[in-house]
């Protein structure tokens, strides 16, 4: 079964940076796309980049991008969200997520590392 464990969360300031992770357990971690999502308080969970399991492909979402930085390190099985110039609407709770293959679903989670940015 596949774990997902988020860290490096935590308060910074606007314009500072952060460095997420997301540590893979199971098998096929080079099979898995992988993506960060984020959810803020009173709003729904989004999409914030995921890179793919063939060829590393990278997507963003347009509120992130040219800040964030997605990478994999198929090796040690680990996922990384480079944050930079962070701004207050970047605050939220930030997921990691897996998805098997040609899947169309992300159906496994962790459990979520806490963003804060204050202004």
């Known amino acids: 079964q596949v774990q997902l464990v988020e860290s490096g969360g935590g308060l910074v300031q606007a314009g500072g940076s952060l460095r997420l992770s997301c540590a893979f357990s199971?098998?096929?971690?080079?099979?898995?796309?992988m993506a960060w999502f984020r959810q803020a308080p009173g709003k729904e969970r989004e999409f914030s980049a995921a890179?793919?399991?063939?060829?590393?492909?990278?997507a963003y979402a347009d509120s992130v991008k040219g800040r964030f930085t997605i990478s994999r390190d198929d090796a040690k099985k680990t996922v990384f969200l480079q944050m930079n110039s962070l701004k207050p609407e970047d605050s939220a709770v930030y997921y990691c997520?897996?998805?098997?293959?040609?899947?169309?679903?992300?159906?496994?989670w962790g459990q979520g590392t806490q963003v804060t940015v204050s202004s």
């Open positions: 997520a897996a998805r098997f293959g040609y899947e169309d679903n992300y159906n496994f």
């Open positions: 199971g098998l096929r971690f080079n099979m898995y796309t």
């Open positions: 890179i793919g399991w063939k060829g590393g492909n990278t």
